[in-house]
Nanobody
């Protein structure tokens, strides 16, 4: 079983960048499909980005395409979400997740981190 821990959230201004990190323990991240999600209080959790187990395929929600980049560092057992050109509507709690399989999906993730708050001021 893998344990996930996010870091890197914070308060930034519109147009700024942040890089979120999700470090795993217990298992190697290269054994999983990985995803980043976000949630605003009172709204459903939204799938933001995903990375296939091989690392060869990525997926982005339309709302972040061209601004966010997901990547994985196997040596550090960490997955990142680089967020550029941040907008106030990106404000949310961001969580990383992992699941078995090979291809990116937008749901049915088995393992979750605790989340990190990202706040973008206008």
């Amino acid at each position: 079983q893998v344990q996930l821990a996010e870091s890197g959230g914070g308060l930034v201004q519109a147009g700024d960048s942040l890089r979120l990190s999700c470090t795993a323990s217990g298992r190697t991240l290269s054994s999983y499909v990985l995803g980043w999600f976000r949630q605003v209080p009172g709204k459903e959790r939204e799938f933001v980005s995903g990375l296939s187990r091989s690392g060869g395929s990525t997926y982005y929600a339309n709302s972040v395409k061209g601004r966010f980049t997901i990547s994985r560092d196997n040596a550090k057992n960490t997955v990142y979400l680089q967020m550029n050109s941040l907008k106030p509507e990106d404000t949310a709690v961001y969580s990383c997740a992992a699941k078995g399989g090979t291809s990116v999906v937008t749901n049915l993730y088995e393992y979750w981190g605790q989340g990190t708050q990202v706040t973008v001021s206008s």
